[in-house]
């Protein structure tokens, strides 16, 4: 489709999806379709790509998202593996439009690929943070090894505040690369509107956020930098995990060696 294909800046982006896609197989964080991602790409459209034509018939949200009406979202497909969005963005996932309304959408390109079972959760994640007035455009899902491992030990699940200061305290660009810390989601149904609303609560206050026993999720303006923030929690986890298996309990940065980093850094004073 050359309205999309001859579109620089749009493709620019759907390759950095593509990019990030790829690190999630590679980083084994997308067994089989684990993990989704959506990306608003409305500003990245052209005029003309907007007029595109339904390629299947509109589909009912389940919870209106008047936000996100007359935006535009690249949205990985239903049951479709990361390791294939990675080569084929556009044989994996699809461009969508939602109505004026915000209580459906249109499949426009580029070809009629379903969106994930999340797309609901993700439009409201996304409508949620548009109402607070965020600019973010990315909801990134995926399945790193080590976090997920967290969430089943209790006092981490019982404690964001725990959790976040025991991974921050691995190492400096913990905090400074993720400083709203990580909140914990308990427990629900993948794909159900309960994760959503549990997820939306959480996303007032962080930007990445743990999902009991299941994954974790990242909210941000650039699809490069959810990952990086994602990539800099799990290798805290794996210095942690290291350190007891090798039979000792790491020592962590000092709470003090912590909190230099807020004025240091400019942070916002989280946890
Ligand atoms: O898309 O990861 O949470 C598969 C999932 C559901
Ligand atoms: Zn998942």
Known sequence: MDIIRNNKALMNEIERIAEVAGYLWTK????RNGGNISVNVTTLMSDEAKMLPALAPARELVEKVPCLG??????????KRMRYVAKAPFENGSIIRIAPDGASFEIIAEQPVSPTMEIHSHLMMH???RSIGRNTTVVLHTHPT???GFSHCKPFLESSKLLT????SMIPEARIVVPKGIG????AIPGTLELARLTIEQLRTHDMLLWEKHGVLAVGDDIIDCFDAID?????????????????????MTDEQLDALVPAFNLPDCY
């Open 28 to 31: 084994g964080w997308a067994e």
């Open 70 to 79: 007359g935006n535009f979202f690249y949205v990985t497909g239903t049951g």
């Open 127 to 129: 409508n949620y943070l």
């Open 146 to 148: 080590d976090l997920i």
């Open 165 to 168: 200061r025991t991974l921050w």
């Open 184 to 187: 914990v989601v308990p427990y």
């Open 232 to 252: 800099t929690m799990s290798k805290s986890a794996q210095i942690y995990f290291n350190a007891r298996w090798a039979g000792f309990e790491p020592v962590g």
